[in-house]
């Protein structure tokens, strides 16, 4: 409609969707549903100027009640994921950066402990959490490759991944018995739909890598480019890697 409306209805069969609800609120990009402790969390990104983001939440997906508007803003759809108990906002920011953001809520209407990262993107991000938190995106590069994060918080989420297949919209992350999805729209001119499991066993080959003393994995650096380092054959540690005595530092190059 004209007004951009926000919209909900419900499915028992995945085929036949009912009980529609429009909702007094406005955006010009699509919401953000979670589900978790009972209730229903929605997010959207409202129409004025600044475009701040918003919460609010249900236990029956027709009544919605405890709405809070953030004073966060957003240049594209937010998303949602509700973890452990928590509910997980995430966004593009406004800056010039285009930066990545993540906040937590323990109830939908308090949120805190935003972690703003150095990396960018056109469209919101994905996070997931099965044991371990992962976030996905889509990348500023050329193409746009779909990049990972993992750690055992979000706050410390590291050991970046670069992949070599592109977005051309928002990917999708998900945990399903025991293994991480990905989907994602390809960039290709068909613009299909994708859908892989990510290897619990990192890929390494452009990486240094930190064993332990039984040489099973204990840490690893992958350069942030290193697609690019790829394309035109400028590996990593070509070199070999030295340590800075009397330092926890070490050094290498490349080609």
């Not at 953030?70 to 452990?84: Q, R």
């Not at 989420?157 to 998900?174: H, M, R």
Request: aromatic share 10%; with cysteine.
């Amino acid at each position: 409609d004209v007004g951009q409306r926000v919209n909900v209805s419900s499915s028992a069969d995945q085929a036949t969707f009912q009980n529609k609800v429009t909702l007094n609120e406005s955006s010009p990009f699509g919401p953000a549903l979670a589900f978790g402790g009972g209730r229903l969390f929605l997010a959207w990104v409202g129409r004025e100027a600044i475009q701040r983001l918003n919460v609010m939440s249900s236990t029956d997906g027709i009544n919605w009640q405890n709405k809070i508007t953030l004073d966060e803003h957003a240049v594209t759809a937010p998303s949602l994921s509700f973890i452990n108990g928590t509910v997980y906002l995430l966004w593009v920011g406004t800056d010039a950066n285009k930066s990545l953001n993540v906040m937590e809520s323990p109830d939908g209407v308090t949120f805190a402990n935003k972690r703003t990262f150095p990396n960018s993107s056109d469209f919101h991000p994905a996070l997931s959490g099965d044991g371990q938190f992962q976030m996905l995106w889509a990348g500023h590069d050329r193409g746009q490759a779909l990049r990972l994060l993992s750690g055992s918080t979000p706050a410390n989420l590291g050991n970046k991944q670069t992949y070599t297949d592109t977005a051309a919209a928002p990917p999708a992350l998900t945990n399903f018995k025991g293994n991480l999805y990905v989907l994602w729209t390809g960039n290709e001119n068909l613009r299909r739909v994708n859908v892989a499991v990510v290897s619990r066993t990192p890929s390494l080959g452009d990486c240094f890598v930190k064993l332990r003393p039984d040489l099973t994995i204990e840490d690893w650096f992958t350069p942030w480019n290193t697609f690019e380092l790829n394309d035109i054959d400028n590996d990593l540690g070509s070199g070999g890697i030295l340590l800075i005595p009397g330092t926890q530092l070490l050094t290498g190059g490349g080609k």
